[in-house]
C-alpha cells in the first residue's frame, strides 16, 4: 500500500526525477522510500519529457551518481558536519547520507518551497530516530530570509556544509544565483557547493541542437519566466568573480564514459543538456 502523499502540493518535477533515477536508490533505506512513494500523479510528464527527450533518465541518473561521487570524495579529506540541500524535493538524499556518512554529517537541511512537510512525515515513518534532519518550506530567491529561517532551525554559518544545489539553478535567475552564492560564501572556502546547470544553446553541437531545444521547450513549462541557461565558461565565470574555486567540472559525455567505459548516447561535451559541477566557497 502507497503511502498517502498530498499530491497538490508535490512538486511534479520533483518527482520526475525520482521516478527517472530510480535505479540509484539500492540501500533498504532508500528502497522502502521508493516503495511508499506515489508516483500515480506524474504519468502525462513523464510521458511529454521521454518523447522530447528520450535520454533524460540517463541524465538524472548521471547528475545523482556525480552528486554521489562529489560526496564519496570531499568526505574523503574532510568533515563537514552540515548538509544543505536546496530545491531538495524528494530527493532521498539524506538516507544516503545516513548510511553512508552518519559519523561525519551531524545536520542535514533539506529546503523547498512545498512537500516537505508531507517529506518529513514519510522520512520519520522509515527513520524514527531522525533529529538530525530539518525540513523547512522556503524560498532559496529571498537568501537573507533563507539563512534567518536556517538559523532558527539550527544551522551554524561557521559550520562546513556541503550545499546540494540539484536541479534548481534553472529555476531562479542568474542575479539571484549570485546572491545565493554571496550569502553562503565564506572567507576560508570551508563550503562545497555541488551543482548541475543547463546548458545554453552555444553550447550545444549542431547534431543535437534541435533535441536539446525539445527538452527545454518542456521544461520551460514548468519554470517562470525565462530559464537561466550557461556556457561552461559562463558559469566557472560566474563562480570565480564571487570567490568560489571549482575543482571538478563534468559533462554528461565525461560521466558515461567513467560510468559505461564507452560514449554511446554523448558523444560530444554538450550533449546531455547538462553539466554538473563542484566548487569551494
Ligand atoms: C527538478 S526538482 C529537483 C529536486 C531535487 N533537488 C533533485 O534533484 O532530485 C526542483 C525542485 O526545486 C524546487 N524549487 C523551485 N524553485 C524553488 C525556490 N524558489 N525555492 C525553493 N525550492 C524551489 C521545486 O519545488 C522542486 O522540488
Given at each position: 500500500m502507497k503511502e498517502l502523499i498530498n499530491k497538490l502540493k508535490v512538486p511534479s518535477t520533483s518527482s520526475l526525477v525520482?521516478?527517472?533515477a530510480s535505479s540509484i536508490y539500492d540501500t533498504n533505506l532508500e528502497k522502502e522510500f521508493m516503495n511508499r512513494f506515489d508516483f500515480g500523479n506524474i504519468e502525462e510528464f513523464v510521458k511529454q519529457m521521454s518523447d522530447s527527450y528520450p535520454n533524460l533518465d540517463k541524465i538524472l541518473l548521471f547528475r545523482k551518481l556525480y552528486v554521489r561521487k562529489i560526496l564519496k570524495r570531499i568526505y574523503k579529506e574532510k568533515s563537514y558536519p552540515q548538509v544543505l540541500s536546496l530545491g531538495a524535493g524528494w530527493d532521498p538524499l539524506s538516507l544516503h547520507l545516513v548510511e553512508q556518512y552518519s559519523s561525519q554529517v551531524q545536520d542535514v537541511f533539506e529546503v523547498d518551497l512545498a512537500a516537505m512537510v508531507e517529506k518529513e512525515a514519510l522520512l520519520k515513518r522509515i527513520l524514527p530516530d531522525c533529529d538530525f534532519l530539518h525540513f523547512m518550506e522556503g524560498d532559496v530567491t529571498d537568501p537573507e530570509k533563507l539563512i534567518t529561517s536556517l538559523a532558527l532551525s539550527g544551522y551554524k554559518s561557521a559550520v562546513p556544509t556541503v550545499v546540494i544545489f540539484e536541479g534548481l539553478i534553472h529555476?531562479?535567475?542568474?542575479g539571484v544565483f549570485r546572491s545565493i552564492l554571496k550569502h553562503f560564501?565564506?572567507?576560508?572556502?570551508?563550503n562545497v557547493f555541488?551543482?548541475?546547470f543547463i546548458l545554453s544553446d552555444e553550447s550545444v553541437s549542431s547534431a543535437s541542437l534541435k533535441q536539446h531545444q525539445k527538452c527545454i521547450q518542456v521544461?520551460?513549462?514548468y519554470v517562470e519566466g525565462e530559464i537561466n541557461m550557461y556556457t561552461r565558461l559562463e558559469m566557472i565565470a560566474v563562480i570565480e568573480e564571487l570567490g568560489g574555486e571549482v575543482f571538478s567540472i563534468e559533462s554528461m559525455r565525461d560521466i558515461e564514459l567513467e560510468v559505461d567505459q564507452k560514449n554511446k548516447l554523448f558523444p560530444e561535451d554538450g550533449d546531455g543538456v547538462q553539466e554538473v559541477l563542484a566548487f569551494y566557497l
Open positions: 525520482l521516478y527517472y529555476y531562479i535567475t542568474d560564501k565564506t572567507p576560508d572556502k570551508r555541488i551543482l548541475d521544461v520551460s513549462k
